[in-house]
């Protein structure tokens, strides 16, 4: 069985930085991409960025130029640096993957909470 466990969520302010991390435990063959959504209150799950394996990222444009996402192979972690923040980047954060253990199968973490607020 495979967990994702998201660290590094809270308050910032606007025009600030937050770093999130998501650990993928288990036994693991393969990560084959993992990513970061987000769900504000009364809106929909969106995509904030992803990276395969081999390090290839895939952002939203909302987010373009303000985070980073990257991943360690070696600790099956993966990171999203945000900086610039807005107000409005303000939700729950959740960490996904792609991972393949005897079969790849996605998986979620449970979510943390960012909030951008003065």
């Known amino acids: 069985q495979v967990q994702l466990v998201e660290s590094g969520g809270g308050l910032a302010q606007p025009g600030g930085s937050l770093r999130l991390a998501c650990a993928a435990s288990?036994?693991?063959?393969?990560?084959?991409?993992m990513g970061w959504y987000r769900q504000a209150p009364g809106k929909q799950r969106e995509l904030v960025a992803t990276?395969?394996?081999?390090?290839?990222?895939n952002y939203a444009d909302s987010v373009k130029g303000r985070f980073t996402i990257s991943i360690d192979n070696d600790k099956n972690t993966v990171y999203l640096q945000m900086n610039s923040l807005k107000p409005e980047d303000t939700a729950v954060y959740y960490c996904?993957?792609?991972?393949?253990?005897?079969?790849?199968?996605?998986?979620w973490g449970q979510g943390t909470q960012v909030t951008v607020s003065s």
């Open positions: 996904n993957g792609r991972i393949t253990t005897t079969r790849e199968r996605t998986y």
């Open positions: 288990g036994i693991i063959f393969s990560i084959n991409s």
């Open positions: 990276i395969t394996g081999g390090g290839s990222t």
